[in-house]
């Protein structure tokens, strides 16, 4: 049977000291339901992993492993898992100049559970000078400055109800993410 390569992006787990999950113990689960190729980069929940099942299966199973396996508030807790061509259409969709000004700006991808980038914008008030964000496929790439972070609106999102449909990793990762990916 033929295997898909997926990224899974894991919401709620290891942040602030809550949901904690050793990233070690969750591979061992992973590999034992099955998933092959399984390695983890950095605590924040990103997999990279092998599986003849849908996407749709794998974050299922990787969400109950989850709940049943770690001793986790279960509201927190979801799962989103990407194809390879998923991951890089956000990598290569960016807005021209995105994350190209590290010491300048702090960028994100705001990476959609169930929402489109539509329904999303809404939970986005950016300061004008400071933030700036844009819809993508799947995705809204957000970016402050660096030096007047601290005026930033972007931290306003997680009062939003549609938070709890998004997960944020840094420009960064997302491209360590998608490095790893080709490997």
Same mark, same amino acid.
């Given at each position: 049977?033929?295997?898909?390569?997926?990224?899974?992006?894991?919401?709620? #787990?290891? +942040?602030?000291?809550?949901?904690?999950?050793?990233?070690?113990t969750?591979k061992?689960?992973?590999?034992?339901?099955?998933?092959?190729?399984?390695?983890?980069? /950095?605590? $924040?929940?990103?997999?990279?992993?092998? !599986?003849?099942?849908?996407?749709?299966? +794998?974050?299922?199973? /990787?969400?109950?492993?989850?709940?049943?396996?770690?001793?986790?508030?279960?509201?927190? /807790?979801?799962?989103?898992?990407? !194809?390879?061509?998923q991951?890089?259409?956000?990598?290569?969709?960016?807005?021209?100049?995105?994350?190209?000004?590290?010491?300048?700006?702090? !960028?994100?991808? #705001?990476?959609?559970?169930? #929402?489109?980038?539509?329904?999303?914008?809404?939970?986005?008030?950016?300061?004008?000078?400071?933030?700036? +964000?844009?819809p993508?496929?799947?995705?809204?790439?957000?970016?402050?400055?660096?030096?007047?972070?601290?005026?930033?609106?972007?931290?306003? *999102?997680?009062? !939003?109800?549609?938070?709890?449909?998004?997960? *944020?990793? $840094?420009?960064?990762?997302?491209?360590?993410?998608?490095?790893?990916?080709?490997d």
């Open positions: 049977m033929e295997t898909s390569h997926y990224l899974a992006l894991l919401r709620g #787990i290891n +942040v602030g000291g809550r949901n904690k999950v050793p990233m070690k969750l061992g689960h992973l590999e034992d339901l099955g998933y092959e190729q399984v390695v983890t980069y /950095i605590a $924040s929940g990103n997999v990279l992993l092998e !599986s003849a099942d849908s996407a749709e299966q +794998v974050g299922r199973d /990787i969400e109950a492993a989850l709940t049943g396996r770690f001793d986790l508030d279960d509201e927190l /807790i979801r799962v989103l898992v990407l !194809s390879r061509g991951l890089q259409d956000v990598v290569d969709k960016k807005p021209e100049n995105f994350g190209e000004q590290p010491g300048k700006y702090h !960028s994100d991808a #705001i990476f959609l559970m169930g #929402i489109d980038a539509e329904e999303a914008m809404s939970a986005f008030n950016p300061r004008e000078g400071v933030d700036r +964000v844009w993508g496929d799947g995705v809204v790439y957000s970016q402050r400055l660096s030096a007047e972070r601290t005026k930033s609106r972007l931290s306003a *999102i997680a009062a !939003s109800p549609l938070y709890k449909s998004m997960t *944020i990793r $840094s420009w960064n990762t997302t491209q360590k993410l998608w490095t790893l990916f080709q």
